[in-house]
């Protein structure tokens, strides 16, 4: 999918340079074509030769170097490529992007070039928290210029916190996701996924044992068709996929505020198993045997359906999608359960103990639209997940295209 496809990466200067050296093995390893910019602080912490010699391209370095201008003028460099990446991005490099200075070479090429631009910043925790950096990247973000990382953990300088750069494998995905020109392009879905935990008291919650991997398998392939993703995660037991803006939530009621929060969407896929009751006496500490016998009763309250409100939203996405999880008469329930709550498609499945579909790899789904039930065969979730993603693509199309 990367082949072919042309990247001008910017090293900054900052300790994780290093790591561009492995992204460019990466990219280079997926057919890319890198061609490596240097800023002067970038080649305080790697060679202009290891650069060059992994990229197998020339590596420019400095604004006024003739023989480049004669070569390949500054303003030429900075748009034959498809992406531009910057990895590492300073907290000076985010700087002179935001505030549109062309100093040397790396801040003239993103000054002039219309392409677009990919950051992966680092830089110690204090001056990613500076207010003056998160004024930087609010700007960036409003201009457009994508971001992936940094991630949050140990750093070169002994502190703790977000700043470390994004790991390659990371970067390598924002940049298939950015370079993309799917179906879905331009498009804003949401997906919820994995299951909501309810609390008992502040250690003990309700849960279920949704595992969060179609969820999951969704959100990756509507990424890959183009779309961008919002994904809502309970506390699921696989990590959510790269390239998706990722809102945690643990219980209904903060899932039901984060879907609210990310509408408008395109389309809207409610994948999560969220519980249908909460704990209305929660303990607000810790619940005590006493001692004396008495055993704590747990009363309910209904939690909100989030399936049920969205498909009634003044904001309602153009396509809604649930999912039904049955353990009998699948097709009839499910199909029972899309007029109910309003969605537009109902993914059914069977999830009885013998099919070991909750938690397991694979999946059987029957898709009940307004037209009827389409059965397909089983298949590894990730499948579905790609099957159903392209079902959404043409649904999202064939309206534009009557509309
Ligand atoms: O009613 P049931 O839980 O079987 O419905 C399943 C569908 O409804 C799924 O798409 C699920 O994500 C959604 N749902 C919801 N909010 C709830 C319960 C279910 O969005 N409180």
Same mark, same amino acid.
């Given at each position: 999918m990367l082949a072919g496809k042309r990247i001008l990466l910017i090293i900054?200067?900052? /300790?994780?340079?290093?790591?561009?050296?492995?992204?460019?093995?990466?990219?280079?390893?997926?057919?890319?074509?890198?061609?490596?910019?240097? =800023?002067?602080?970038?080649?305080?912490?790697?060679?202009?030769?290891?650069?060059? *010699?992994?990229?197998g391209e020339k590596v420019y370095q400095a604004l006024f170097d003739l023989t480049d201008e004669a070569e390949m003028g500054h303003i030429q460099l900075s748009r034959v490529a498809d992406l531009i990446v910057v990895a590492p991005a300073t907290a000076d490099l985010l700087a002179k992007m935001a505030g549109g200075r062309a100093e040397d070479l790396a801040s003239t090429l993103l000054l002039a070039t219309d392409t677009r631009v990919l950051a992966?910043?680092? %830089?110690?925790? !204090? %001056?990613? +928290?500076?207010?003056?950096?998160?004024?930087?990247?609010?700007?960036?973000?409003?201009?457009?210029?994508?971001?992936?990382?940094?991630?949050?953990?140990?750093?070169?300088?002994?502190?703790?916190?977000?700043? !470390?750069?994004?790991?390659?494998? *990371? /970067?390598?995905?924002?940049?298939?996701?950015?370079?993309?020109?799917?179906?879905?392009?331009?498009?804003?879905?949401?997906?919820?996924?994995?299951? =909501?935990?309810?609390?008992?008291?502040?250690?003990?919650?309700?849960?279920?044992?949704?595992?969060?991997? +179609?969820? =999951?398998?969704v959100a990756a392939a509507l990424r890959d068709l183009g779309a961008k993703v919002t994904f809502v995660t309970g506390p699921a037991s696989v990590p959510p996929p790269e390239g998706v803006a990722v809102v945690?939530?643990?219980? *209904?009621?903060?899932?039901?505020?984060?879907?609210? @929060?990310?509408?408008?969407?395109?389309?809207?896929? %409610?994948? @999560?198993?969220? *519980?249908?009751? !909460?704990?209305?006496?929660?303990?607000? +500490?810790?619940?005590?045997?006493?001692?004396?016998?008495?055993?704590?009763?747990?009363?309910? @309250?209904?939690?909100?359906?989030?399936?049920?409100?969205?498909s009634k939203a003044s904001q309602r996405p153009a396509l809604v999608v649930g999912f039904a999880a049955e353990t009998e008469k699948v097709v009839d329930h499910a199909t029972a359960k899309r007029l109910r709550k309003g969605c537009d498609w109902i993914v059914a499945n069977d999830v009885s103990?013998?099919?070991?579909? %909750?938690?397991?790899?694979?999946? @059987?789904?029957?898709?009940?639209?307004?037209?009827?039930a389409e059965t397909w065969p089983r298949m590894a979730k990730d499948a579905v997940a790609r099957r159903l993603a392209a079902r959404i693509a043409d649904a999202v199309n064939r309206v534009e295209t009557k509309g």
């Amino acid at each position: 999918m990367l082949a072919g496809k042309r990247i001008l990466l910017i090293i900054g200067g900052g /300790i994780a340079a290093y790591k561009s050296l492995l992204l460019i093995r990466l990219l280079k390893a997926e057919g890319v074509h890198v061609t490596p910019v240097l =800023t002067a602080g970038g080649a305080e912490f790697v060679t202009p030769l290891s650069v060059s *010699a992994l990229a197998g391209e020339k590596v420019y370095q400095a604004l006024f170097d003739l023989t480049d201008e004669a070569e390949m003028g500054h303003i030429q460099l900075s748009r034959v490529a498809d992406l531009i990446v910057v990895a590492p991005a300073t907290a000076d490099l985010l700087a002179k992007m935001a505030g549109g200075r062309a100093e040397d070479l790396a801040s003239t090429l993103l000054l002039a070039t219309d392409t677009r631009v990919l950051a992966a910043p680092a %830089m110690n925790v !204090r %001056m990613w +928290q500076h207010p003056a950096t998160q004024r930087n990247l609010a700007q960036l973000r409003a201009d457009g210029v994508l971001f992936v990382g940094p991630d949050e953990g140990d750093m070169a300088c002994g502190e703790y916190g977000p700043g !470390r750069l994004a790991e390659p494998p *990371a /970067i390598l995905e924002a940049i298939r996701a950015a370079l993309v020109r799917g179906p879905l392009v331009g498009k804003h879905v949401l997906v919820t996924s994995g299951p =909501t935990h309810e609390p008992i008291d502040p250690v003990r919650y309700i849960a279920n044992r949704s595992s969060g991997a +179609q969820g =999951t398998a969704v959100a990756a392939a509507l990424r890959d068709l183009g779309a961008k993703v919002t994904f809502v995660t309970g506390p699921a037991s696989v990590p959510p996929p790269e390239g998706v803006a990722v809102v945690r939530v643990e219980t *209904a009621a903060e899932m039901r505020a984060a879907v609210e @929060a990310a509408l408008p969407a395109d389309v809207a896929v %409610m994948a @999560a198993a969220v *519980a249908d009751w !909460r704990v209305a006496n929660a303990g607000a +500490q810790k619940i005590k045997k006493d001692g004396s016998g008495r055993l704590p009763v747990l009363e309910f @309250a209904e939690n909100p359906d989030i399936l049920a409100w969205i498909s009634k939203a003044s904001q309602r996405p153009a396509l809604v999608v649930g999912f039904a999880a049955e353990t009998e008469k699948v097709v009839d329930h499910a199909t029972a359960k899309r007029l109910r709550k309003g969605c537009d498609w109902i993914v059914a499945n069977d999830v009885s103990p013998a099919t070991g579909i %909750m938690g397991g790899s694979e999946n @059987a789904v029957t898709v009940i639209d307004a037209e009827g039930a389409e059965t397909w065969p089983r298949m590894a979730k990730d499948a579905v997940a790609r099957r159903l993603a392209a079902r959404i693509a043409d649904a999202v199309n064939r309206v534009e295209t009557k509309g």
